[in-house]
């Protein structure tokens, strides 16, 4: 090193540190996560769905049917219409957001118009998780890959898939809490 000031030192010098500062800031900074990028997208997306997919029917299956009409106070959610909202949105995601239309027969756009049969609800419930598996294992890498609009900004179909995912994760915590005021114990949490 020189004994020269740093304002005296040769240009040579100071880009040479510049582009090993570089260097090393690329090196050290991580890539944005892409589907094409991450393989393992898909089984991580369905083991994290599965896991919450599980927890909602068992709890969906766990409350008495006389609470299905029940909530915490007025103008919040019944039981029944937030397993029909985590539905609606099963079906809503893919269809505006990824172009998969729903099995034929289902108005995700009334689901939420429906009553309080546990049952019914539970059946509804059940076969949203069922559709978005279909959905998943329809998508190629490259489906997961293709630039969509979600909430007004392009992502890849993938993240259309994380918020879906997100989305029941919200509610199922809301059904824990439901659940817990009706005095129902989660089934898997003993």
Same mark, same amino acid.
């Given at each position: 090193?020189?004994? !020269?000031?740093?304002?005296?030192?040769?240009?040579?010098?100071?880009?040479?540190?510049?582009?090993?500062?570089?260097? @090393?800031?690329? *090196?050290?900074?991580?890539?944005?996560?892409? @589907?094409?990028?991450?393989?393992?997208?898909?089984?991580?997306?369905?083991?994290?769905?599965?896991?919450?997919? !599980?927890?909602?029917?068992?709890?969906?299956?766990?409350?008495?049917?006389?609470?299905?009409?029940?909530?915490?106070?007025?103008?919040?959610?019944? =039981?029944?219409?937030?397993?029909?909202?985590?539905?609606?949105?099963?079906?809503?995601?893919?269809?505006?957001?990824?172009?998969?239309?729903?099995?034929?027969?289902?108005?995700?756009?009334?689901?939420?118009?429906?009553?309080?049969?546990?049952?019914? =609800?539970?059946?509804?419930?059940?076969?949203?998780?069922?559709? =978005?598996?279909? *959905?998943?294992?329809?998508?190629?890498?490259?489906?997961?890959?293709?630039?969509?609009?979600?909430?007004? !900004?392009?992502?890849?179909? &993938?993240?259309?898939?994380?918020?879906?995912?997100?989305?029941?994760?919200?509610?199922?915590?809301?059904?824990?809490?439901?659940?817990?005021?009706? !005095?129902?114990?989660?089934? &898997?949490?003993?």
């Amino acid at each position: 090193m020189s004994n !020269r000031p740093a304002h005296t030192r040769p240009a040579a010098a100071c880009a040479s540190a510049a582009a090993l500062l570089a260097a @090393a800031i690329a *090196v050290l900074t991580p890539a944005p996560a892409h @589907a094409q990028d991450t393989p393992d997208f898909r089984a991580e997306f369905k083991g994290q769905f599965e896991a919450s997919a !599980r927890k909602l029917v068992a709890l969906s299956e766990a409350m008495p049917a006389e609470s299905y009409s029940w909530s915490p106070m007025e103008g919040v959610m019944t =039981v029944a219409l937030v397993y029909r909202h985590i539905a609606r949105y099963n079906y809503m995601y893919p269809h505006l957001n990824l172009g998969i239309d729903p099995p034929k027969g289902v108005d995700y756009q009334t689901l939420e118009e429906g009553g309080a049969d546990k049952a019914e =609800v539970a059946r509804i419930l059940a076969e949203s998780m069922d559709h =978005v598996r279909a *959905v998943v294992d329809g998508m190629s890498d490259a489906d997961l890959a293709a630039p969509v609009e979600l909430y007004g !900004r392009q992502v890849a179909s &993938w993240a259309v898939l994380l918020q879906l995912v997100t989305h029941m994760n919200e509610h199922l915590g809301q059904s824990i809490a439901y659940a817990r005021m009706n !005095r129902v114990v989660p089934p &898997w949490s003993g």
